[in-house]
């Protein structure tokens, strides 16, 4: 139904900037919140950001907020992450995923998320 893919990861310095892009497939993009999560090597998966279906709702991890900002075009089918003022902490492989509105779920677990990506390397360098 839907299916996502991720892209924009790779090595920055830093306090640079990098923009992700969640390119997602299918007719149904509008009807989903989506949400962005990350996992460094020997860590959980932890959240990040996430946006309402509509756009109107964003929520963002202590950790990025500030720095970090989640936007969709349902236009176009895609999902974004802008992530400013990287710090070398921020480094993991970062996964965009589709929340279903029927329910209410948080937006900050990974199980609230009904389908995910491949996931995309981001990489900052000191």
């Known amino acids: 139904q839907v299916q996502l893919v991720e892209s924009g990861g790779g090595l920055v310095q830093a306090g640079g900037s990098l923009r992700l892009s969640c390119a997602a497939s299918g007719r149904t993009f509008s009807s989903y919140a989506m949400g962005w999560f990350r996992q460094a090597p020997g860590k959980e998966r932890e959240f990040v950001a996430a946006?309402?279906?509509?756009?109107?709702?964003?929520y963002y991890a202590d950790s990025v907020k500030g720095r970090f900002t989640i936007s969709r075009d349902n236009a176009k089918n895609t999902a974004y992450l802008q992530m400013n003022s990287l710090k070398p902490e921020d480094t993991a492989v970062y996964y965009c995923a589709a929340k279903s509105p029927y329910y209410s779920r948080s937006y900050y677990s990974t199980s609230s998320y009904d389908y995910w990506g491949q996931g995309t390397q981001v990489t900052v360098s000191s």
């Open positions: 946006i309402s279906m509509r756009g109107s709702n964003t």
